[in-house]
């Protein structure tokens, strides 16, 4: 941490062009800029990172007010209703679906979250989640899903997380989403009892290991984005899983 101040931090909406802009120029400092990703439409003159389905996403923006509200961490949040408009959810080119349309339940896909790495290791993330946990709460959401990403596309470098993934939190079957090709990657790399757990879990990003212990779980295969320089697993999340303990740890709402 580089903080020379307590931050002040404020969760809200986008509620404008420049609140989105603001999320989307954090976005581009993260994943182009830090992590070397890119797309077609990712703006390099005004740095911003931005995709089609920008338009049709809720934008969750962490403000640091003692900053001079400094925008300090984003999440982007797609219900059903808005998924219709945009045509599919944006990870449905790199995972099947099907499965999950299938529960007819309510589902909120979730992506693009990120914290400027000032803030990283701190409550940032905390109040993101209560931010997010709000939105649950209010549109009623059953199923949260999403990919979470592995900074690189070497997947025998991420063997050992990716088998872990695999063997102790791959989804049930009525909720099981399935990798793509030609991008899809087996994750059954390493037999159960040679991963080395410890090991896996120094690996494995912080947005992952706060699902698993709320209860995630992951579809089967990896996906590999090469535009983005990462490999992608597909996290679920079923709300009514969720134990009293878990709620408490993120704030979530009964």
Known sequence: M????????????????DDLRAAQGLRYDVFVE????GGPMVDHAQRLERDRFDPFFDHLILFDDAADARVVGVYRMLPCARAKEAG???????????????????????????????YRGGRAMYHLWN???????????????????FHGTDVGALSAPLSLLHHRH?????????????NAADMN???PDHIDRRAAMVQMPALIKAYLRLGGVVGDGAYIDHSFNTTDVCLIMD???MSERQRRIYGVST
Do not use: K, N, Q, W
């Open 34 to 37: 830090e992590l070397g990703g």
């Open 170 to 182: 791959l989804a049930p079957e009525p909720l099981r989403v399935t990798a793509r090709p030609p």
């Open 239 to 241: 709300t009514s899983g």
């Open 88 to 118: 599919a959810f944006y990870s449905e080119d790199e995972y099947d679906l099907a499965p999950l349309r299938a529960t007819g339940r309510r589902l909120l896909e979730l992506g693009r979250s990120c914290v400027h790495m000032d």
């Open 2 to 17: 580089t903080l020379t101040h307590d931050p002040e931090f404020r969760v809200t909406l986008a509620r404008s062009d």
């Open 189 to 191: 790399l390493i037999a």
């Open 131 to 149: 931010g997010l946990a709000e939105y649950v709460a209010e549109h009623d959401i059953d199923i949260l899903f999403g990919v979470a990403s």
